[in-house]
């Protein structure tokens, strides 16, 4: 319950950081607007679409009772909707995140120089390097997201379960990856590989949740998603500093508590981001 807590503190940390450095609020918004304009236009078009591919997608239903098969392939198009998404909210902040990468590199960097300084021995990358790399690590993710989200799809058809129980899951796990592409930004800082920042969240999956459930959720305000983008960002990056150990900066920040709200951290030393850390 505490990592829980300090997830949700992050998050709001992150905006309150944000709207006390007015430039690079602003300086977030824009690769946040050009995404929320792709995403609105795909899920506008599968709306229009959804009948189609669910007569497509239900061909055993050809035969059935009027009553039937529109009840079947309406379930199949409003779930083929949800579905997709729940998915948009998973890969927004990543697509995001690619449009952007100068402006959040640049955002999370001013973060870290505000709550104690960059890690030492950081790693550094040309601008088409750091997008390749962005890109493959955001593929991976998305891999391991649709492991996820296929079945929980499909578990959507089942009655009471598909309407309570599946919901609530769909929405820990698209939290859960979209803590890890947020923070991706400070552990590909660090060196950190895409597979050991997921084993790193792994173990610390309250944090992971606390933070990424309740963006979740904002994201499915229409809108909402590109306002909270630049401070999800400058919450992730606090919240990476906590997940390797890093230092907290001298004295309270921002008048409040001190800032690190969760326990030491589990994994791995030496810590990434110092001297003679693995890579």
């Not at 899920?43 to 679409?49: D, H, P, R």
């Not at 449009?99 to 960097?109: A, C, H, R, T, V």
């Amino acid at each position: 319950m505490r990592d829980l807590g300090a997830g949700m503190r992050y998050l709001g940390r992150g905006q309150q950081w944000v709207l006390t450095h007015g430039r690079w609020f602003g300086f977030g918004l824009l690769p946040a607007l050009i995404t929320l304009v792709l995403y609105a236009a795909a899920l506008t078009a599968l709306g229009f679409w959804a009948d189609d591919i669910a007569t497509w997608a239900t061909p055993f239903a050809d035969d059935w009772g009027t009553t039937g098969r529109a009840l079947t392939r309406g379930v199949f198009a409003v779930m083929l909707w949800l579905g997709v998404l729940m998915l948009a909210v998973v890969t927004f902040a990543a697509v995001a995140l690619l449009i952007g990468d100068p402006f959040y590199e640049k955002l999370s960097e001013q973060v870290e120089e505000s709550e104690g300084g960059l890690p030492a021995g950081m790693v550094e990358e040309s601008l088409l390097r750091g997008l390749w790399t962005s890109l493959c690590d955001s593929l991976y993710v998305l891999f391991r997201t649709l492991l996820f989200t296929v079945p929980l799809f499909f578990l959507g058809f089942v009655p009471f379960i598909g309407q309570t129980v599946v919901p609530v899951v769909g929405i820990c796990v698209s939290g859960f990856f979209l803590t890890l592409e947020l923070a991706s930004v400070g552990l590909q800082r660090r060196g950190v590989p895409v597979r050991e920042r997921l084993a790193m969240l792994r173990q610390r999956k309250a944090l992971a949740l606390g933070f990424g459930a309740p963006l979740v959720l904002a994201f499915l305000v229409p809108l909402l998603a590109v306002p909270l983008m630049p401070g999800a960002v400058a919450g992730a990056t606090l919240l990476v500093r906590d997940l390797v150990g890093a230092p907290p900066a001298p004295g309270p920040a921002m008048g409040g508590p001190a800032p690190y709200g969760g326990p030491p951290p589990a994994y791995g030393t030496p810590q990434y981001g110092r001297p003679g850390a693995p890579r």
